[in-house]
């Protein structure tokens, strides 16, 4: 062999050496470490943290430091130009932009050293709540330097996570704390509503000062604390007391203690700061240290109902305390709050791995950052409408001990990894405790089980597929794998929580509970107390798993393709099966019997386009994913056949039986008088493209059956639109009989709400009883009338945003006219408390002068001339008893509909030429009620109209009451007395259902 073949061959050896090796090295894994020693006292007249940090930070990477990124998050609170502030803007939320100085939050007094030298700090050029420390010397590879600060906080009010509500404090995300300096470098970040943390694991000896009147909760267990236990076991024992009374004396001590609540924050808020500041409190110190985690939050009241238990882990040689802290306007609901904590930490121990903390705990709290925020040990939930939705946020909290807590991952960038797979385990535990209900979750425990509407809502449906679904359609889906600041606020709950889940529990009904245990228990043993990745994630289903997943980690996590798997008619005993979608997972399908017997399952690896499959003998019915595990964008086409069924009002559809609901409808108008009927609808919820109506009633005053049917189509991404949505009805009802045909289309750009553009279009069939109506303001006849509009609106920020629209009205028959219109609206926030909304309208007639009265441009509103307004109570003349008609009382009076010039007071006045109104709101700072002002001219009326008023909102009803008309005679256009008012004040529904307009 030659020097050269010699040479070639030993570089080929060295090369093919480092080949192996250097990409073990490159994937060593590291991570550092903080030891934290934090010495704080609360302040709580004056809401602050007067506190010192000394922290020990080791350089566990093969890099040397030259400085330390801190995140000093209650920076976020402190104005209005931080990434916090700036969020909850395009968010819409301007609660904490409006909010007074004295509310908002900062930290300051900061003064860094090093083993007892100063050090330089400098923010972040971007974010006020992030800083670069400065080191006074290199931190070399597996070297410790001891950094100390005092610090100063003031507490915010609670707008997020950190903060206080009187003397409830919630004190989260409170100290100087490192970024993480990993593999891809520093990660500093700054707070952020809609997005999470990212921190380095350590240990944490946390002193706590504070009045000794607290019941206090956090991060960690006590040191030397049999003072404190002690108390908090005396104040557990007067909780089960409390739960133990019956109902009666419940509810008495519990007014009680609400009373006597109310009454003591009354009184502190009577005295000055100066007099609460200079009254000595007891005071008392308290020693929390907990290792393996990586943040530290602590929560304080004085008025908690405190409970008590205890979870013994699987193997039963170890305890884990339980506390339950509560507010006692909150007692009932919280009653079994410990069963919750006790239950969430048995099942996700069982599921992944035991929990290797001391204590687990849920307080009571005010968050306004979702439902409930996890913290190591701890989580803090809020407000809760049942029972079952508080056990779904308690569990739900907790679980983030594994997923967030104990598997460490970069929420800020991976957050389905926290989020994500905790809401799957959150579908798994509900499954498992409760395998007798299918999934169902009670939001409203009266409606649901008492009345018996909506009593099947499962929560894989409600907390995953509904809003994933609702996206996926329309393309307005993003991947799940983002940055959290990537996602529209729209799509964060339902693409990293809901889509995540889904796709995970259907990953596991693929796959078996028995694999999904093996690949779960595996990834938490190596990872637990570390940082993994989705790519680590990953390796340990490519470790368990034969079967190709690409699917998922592919199409799912890093795309927006979707699942649409059809089944065509059985055939010669086969079924054809149709991939419409674009992500091509496994397909389960299942073969029924004519007496709904199952047969057979089959498990039908992914593919496109078509496939055929042969069926058992005796099959009748042919269903695709039968238990609806599958993120299937469309579950209409999922079955061979449907069975009907009925539900009271509401409930969740299956997709596989033809789902009828049914409810009483009583109805009033003056021409039919009472009503009495039902309606009944299929369709017309997210998931169906479809929706057909029926509401036949008995009119009793006619002594005949009226109503309408309807049909609806939805199409997505059709002809330029978004969705395009195209109807049909045909009605009897309010002396009208008649049909139209109507289509709406959406144009925007995908993911955003702004801006937007709708085209819509109906044409009316109307026959409408002579005597039905006021001949004032209808005709009678039939009428053949075309409507078409096209309206444009933008949301500029929270505080401005406008529409504009042209339209036209066209007679086609029996009048022969075309009333073309312009309209815009312009509605500007320009204080907390000050809204105003501003309306103009400009319309004309070109062509007949023969109009029907009631598509004149009527100066005082509208009078619904095509019967498509919700409850329409009276269109019908008054009459004397010699059936003299005499115009005194009829909805045009009484009842203001928004349409043309739109005057609030009743202006007995039309145009049939050019007519132009502006119609201007002003909300007031106390109450529902707004101030409101009208102008308003036509060139065939001889002057302009004015009018000036009050208006008074109660949910669905806007009253109106004139107190200057200028159109009424001249010593009375100002408001005189009460029956002055009283004659000329209106009313208007806002509500949009209406089972028989159009």
């Known amino acids: ?121 400098e923010f972040h050029p971007e974010w006020i709540d992030v800083i670069k420390v400065q080191l006074s010397e290199p931190l070399v590879p597996g070297g410790s330097v001891t950094i100390e600060t005092p610090f100063f906080v003031k507490i915010p009010e609670v707008f997020s996570r950190l903060g206080h509500t009187g003397k409830h404090y919630e004190i989260t995300q409170w100290y100087p704390k490192p970024a993480v300096y990993d593999q891809e470098g520093w990660h500093p970040m700054p707070y952020l509503d809609m997005g999470e943390f990212f921190s380095e694991f ?157 204590h687990i705990t849920a307080v009571d709290g005010d968050l306004s950052a979702g439902g409930g925020m996890e913290y190591p040990n701890i989580t803090v939930i809020s407000k809760m409408p049942s029972q079952d939705a508080l056990e779904f946020v308690i569990m739900h909290e907790v679980g983030h001990n594994w997923f967030y807590g104990i598997l460490g991952s970069n929420e800020r960038d991976h957050a389905w990894m926290d989020e994500g797979l905790n809401e799957y385990t959150n579908i798994r535990y509900w499954e498992k405790k409760y395998p007798d209900r299918n999934g169902q979750i009670i939001i409203v425990d009266f409606m649901q089980n008492k009345l018996g509407i909506a009593k099947n809502l499962d929560m894989r449906w409600v907390m995953g597929y509904l809003g994933y679904q609702q996206r996926a359609v329309s393309s307005d889906d993003q991947p799940i794998d983002l940055p959290a600041s990537d996602f529209h606020r729209s799509n964060y709950g339902s693409i990293v929580y809901g889509k995540t889940a889904i796709f995970a529990r259907f990953l596991e009904h693929y796959l078996g509970e028995e694999k999904i245990d093996v690949v779960m228990q595996d990834f938490y043993e190596t990872w637990k107390f570390k940082h993994p990745s989705p790519g680590d994630f990953k390796s340990f289903l490519d470790k368990h798993v034969d079967e190709d997943l690409s699917w998922f980690f592919d199409d799912a996590l890093n795309d927006t393709k979707v699942i649409d798997y059809a089944v065509s008619l059985l055939n010669n005993q086969q079924v054809t099966v149709i991939s419409l979608g674009t992500l091509y997972s496994p397909v389960e399908v299942a073969f029924y019997n004519s007496e709904g017997v199952e047969l057979e399952r089959r498990w039908i690896e992914g593919f496109e386009g078509n496939q055929k499959i042969p069926v058992p003998d005796g099959t009748d019915r042919v269903v695709i994913d039968p238990d609806n595990y599958m993120p299937d964008i469309n579950r209409e086409n999922n079955s061979t056949s449907k069975s009907l069924k009925f539900n009271f009002v509401f409930d969740q559809p299956t997709f596989h039986s033809r789902e009828f609901n049914l409810f009483p409808w009583l109805g009033w108008n003056a021409f039919n008088r009472t009503t009495l009927g039902f309606v009944g609808y299929t369709g017309f919820i997210p998931g169906f493209e479809y929706g057909y109506s029926i509401s036949p009633q008995w009119d009793f005053e006619h002594d005949r059956v009226v109503g309408a049917i309807s049909a609806q189509k939805t199409l997505y991404k059709t002809l330029g639109f978004r969705r395009l949505t195209l109807s049909t009805r045909v009605s009897e009802y309010n002396g009208r ?262």
Not at 210 to 225: E, F, Q, S
Not at 234 to 252: M, P, R, V, W, Y
Not at 848 to 870: C, E, H, L
């Open 1 to 121: 062999m030659s020097h050269n073949i010699k040479f070639c061959l030993k570089q080929w050896i060295i090369l093919s050496m480092i080949s192996i090796f250097l990409p073990l090295e490159a994937n060593d894994y590291w991570q550092q470490h903080v030891a934290y020693e934090i010495h704080v006292t609360l302040n709580d007249s004056a809401h602050t943290l007067t506190t010192h940090e000394k922290l020990v930070y080791t350089n566990q990477s093969p890099d040397t430091l030259e400085f330390i990124w801190f995140h000093l998050w209650p920076n976020a609170y402190k104005n209005n130009e931080t990434a916090f502030a700036k969020q909850k803007l395009e968010h819409n939320s301007t609660k904490f932009y409006y909010a007074k100085e004295k509310d908002k939050g900062f930290i300051d007094s900061l003064d860094f050293t090093a083993d007892g030298v100063s050090l330089i700090y």
């Open 202 to 358: 350590g240990t944490f000896d946390v002193y706590i000062t504070l009045p000794k009147n607290y019941r206090i909760m956090a991060t960690g267990d006590l040191v030397d604390g049999k003072a404190e236990y002690t108390w908090l076991d005396s104040l557990s024992i007067e909780g089960d007391s409390l739960h133990a009374l019956d109902k009666k004396a419940f509810k008495k001590k519990i007014k009680a203690m609400k009373k006597a609540s109310k009454k003591k924050i009354k009184a502190e808020k009577k005295k000055s700061q100066f007099q609460i500041s200079s009254k000595k409190q007891e005071m008392k110190t308290l020693h929390f240290h907990q290792e393996n985690v990586h943040d530290f939050a602590w929560f304080a009241d004085q008025n908690w109902i405190v409970r008590k238990g205890t979870l013994w882990l699987a193997d039963s040689t170890r305890k884990v305390t339980l506390w339950s802290m509560y507010l006692a306007k909150n007692a009932k609901l919280w009653e079994n709050s410990i069963e919750y904590i006790h239950d969430a930490g048995y099942w996700y121990s069982k599921f992944y791995g035991d929990y290797p903390y001391n």
């Open 737 to 998: 009989k008649g049909g139209q045909i109507s289509f709406s289309g959406l144009i925007r750009e995908p993911v955003v709400s702004f801006p937007s553009i709708n085209v819509s279009g109906s044409l009316f069939y109307h026959d409408i009883d002579s005597i039905a109506v006021n001949p004032l303001y209808y005709d009678g006849g039939t009428f053949l009338v075309l409507t078409s509009e096209v309206t444009y609106k933008q949301r500029v920020d929270p505080f401005l945003s406008y529409s504009g629209s042209i339209g036209f009205v066209a007679g086609l028959k029996e009048a022969n006219f075309l009333k073309p219109h312009i309209l815009g609206n312009l509605r500007w926030r320009y204080h907390k408390k000050l809204t105003m909304n501003v309306r103009t309208w400009l319309g004309t007639f070109i062509g007949d002068k023969d109009i029907p009265s009631q598509y004149r441009i009527w100066m005082g509103g509208g009078v619904d001339p095509d019967f498509v307004g919700s409850f329409v109570l009276n269109r019908t003349a008054d009459t004397e008893d010699g059936g003299t008609f005499v115009n005194k009382v009829n909805v045009y009076d009484e009842q203001y509909i928004l349409d043309g010039p739109g005057l609030r007071g009743s202006v007995p006045n039309y145009s049939q030429e050019t007519a132009w109104g502006i119609n201007i709101d002003q909300t007031l700072p106390v109450g529902p009620i707004s101030l409101f002002a009208d102008i308003g001219g036509a060139t065939d009326l001889p002057r302009n109209f004015v009018d000036v008023g009050l208006m008074i909102s109660f949910g669905p009803v806007n009253l109106y009451f004139p107190l200057f008309q200028s159109w009424d005679k001249k010593n009375e256009r100002t408001i005189q007395d009460f029956d002055w008012l009283k004659a000329r004040a209106r009313f208007d529904f806002h509500l949009k259902f209406n089972p028989f307009s159009g």
